[in-house]
């Protein structure tokens, strides 16, 4: 059964309040995804703070423009999964590019970032990037190394130490 303009109107209000959340976004052509493909996208994406939404083209062009994301609708070819980032950059490419791992027929589009139309190869760079824990993870280990390094050092003269006394008492006679 075909929208009312009410209902159509009511999507792109809400497409248009979830983009204005945004961090970034990623258009995907989607032949050949079936709904185990999407529940399974949805369930890995509501862990990393990512939404999978699949609109029509006209809506979602609607809700992009109302939500200053200038995009043409020949940008856009196929039926498309739009997936949101909320949390992070990286997140939404991540999801995809996981998706796309295993699949022919899904293919990257575009997307946005930091306010602006992206192509393809951008996204693509986007989702070999560490992700913001990742990234923590390694200043933490950066900033650790050199205490790390100094503990080891004072522990290994002490060590050492205990092995030249050990040295000494063997050599010496039992007095």
């Keep these: 059964m075909p929208k009312t ?9 809400e497409l248009s309040g979830k983009l204005a959340r945004i961090k ?18 949805r369930a890995k994406g509501r862990d990393q703070g990512v939404e999978a939404v699949v609109a029509k083209k006209t ?5 992009l423009e109302k939500s200053n994301f200038p995009i043409a609708s020949e940008d856009l070819q196929g039926s498309i999964l739009t997936t949101m980032g ?12 996981g998706l796309i791992k295993d699949r022919e027929g899904i293919k990257i589009i575009g997307g946005i970032l930091e306010g602006r139309y992206v192509n393809a190869d951008v996204i ?3 989702a070999t ?22 503990v080891n ?18 050599i010496k006679p039992n007095t």
Excluded: C, H, W
């Design 129 to 150: 990037l560490p992700s913001k824990e990742e990234l923590y993870a390694k200043i933490v280990g950066s900033i650790n190394a050199p205490i790390s390094g100094f």
């Design 5 to 13: 303009r009410s209902q159509k109107e009511e999507i792109v209000a």
């Design 153 to 170: 050092a004072l522990a290994g003269n002490l060590r050492n130490l205990v092995y030249v006394l050990n040295a000494v008492k063997d």
């Design 59 to 63: 809506l979602l062009v609607k809700a």
């Design 86 to 97: 909320y949390k992070d950059e990286v997140s939404a490419a991540k999801l995809i590019a």
């Design 124 to 126: 693509k760079q986007l």
């Design 24 to 41: 970034s976004a990623v258009f995907t052509s989607i032949s050949g995804y079936t709904m185990d493909d999407a529940n399974a996208l």
